[in-house]
């Protein structure tokens, strides 16, 4: 059942890029085209893999709403949402419609497509290696939540908001939107900073060695820098 509903996942994954970038492009679109075969590609792999050996972290992530969500990580949730969205939908607007700046060369749209799947093999690697990953921000009682301080956590705090800027940095410059490849990922990480601060203090409060954990441990997002 897990393996299926990671399926119908990849899947919709594809439909929700497919019906964001291709419209607005108006016709054929081999970037798009491309990117979308290659994240089913790799995607269905990794979900079934992960739903194997990892199936409670892989419950996890599919936890959608919570009771116990703070009111502020809520709202600040759907605002990453409707970025990601938005954002997605600035890609083709841009290339097609705005052109801010010139499409990006050749060689930085490959180098775009390395980001890109950098930042889903970052995302996939700490959501992994953390079963406490979900979507809503909540102490997991029920399942014996602790910190996660080894792999990817042993260097950064949050691996996996780190991996999804990335993940979109790279989209816009595959396709060729500079103009997208800086805005979307500076109005994310902006979100991404509140939501951790919120994430940091629900830690702090049920866990008293999550102050070590940030002593010891002092990038959130990006090693060296913040």
Do not use: C
């Not at 964001?20 to 798009?32: S, V």
């Not at 972290?57 to 949402?81: C, F, H, T």
């Not at 399942?143 to 691996?159: F, M, V």
């Amino acid at each position: 059942m897990l393996v299926l509903k990671v399926l119908i996942g990849v899947l919709f994954q594809a439909f929700f890029f497919g019906i964001l970038l291709l419209p607005i492009a108006g016709g054929y679109w081999f970037e798009a085209y491309f990117l979308i075969i290659l994240h089913v590609a790799i995607a269905i792999p990794y979900g079934i893999y992960s739903a194997i050996y990892y199936p409670k972290g892989m419950e996890a992530r599919m936890v959608l709403s919570s009771e116990n969500q703070p009111k502020k990580d809520k709202i600040i949730y759907a605002s990453i949402i409707a970025v990601m969205i938005l954002g997605i939908l600035l890609i083709p607007t841009d290339v097609f419609h705005l052109q801010v700046f010139e499409k990006a060369p050749l060689e930085l749209q490959i180098l775009g497509l390395i980001i890109y799947f950098s930042g889903f093999a970052i995302v996939g690697k700490a959501q992994n290696q953390n079963d406490f990953i979900e979507p809503v921000v909540e102490i997991q009682t029920d399942r014996g939540h602790r910190i996660i301080d080894t792999g990817l956590y042993a260097h950064i705090r949050h691996p996996m908001y780190s991996g999804f800027l990335l993940f979109f940095s790279g989209m816009a410059l595959w396709h060729g939107s500079i103009f997208a490849f800086i805005l979307v990922p500076l109005v994310l990480f902006f979100l991404l900073s509140l939501r951790i601060k919120g994430e940091e203090e629900v830690l702090e409060k049920e866990f008293n060695e999550y102050l070590e954990y940030k002593k010891k441990v002092k990038a959130k997002l990006i090693p060296g820098i913040f």
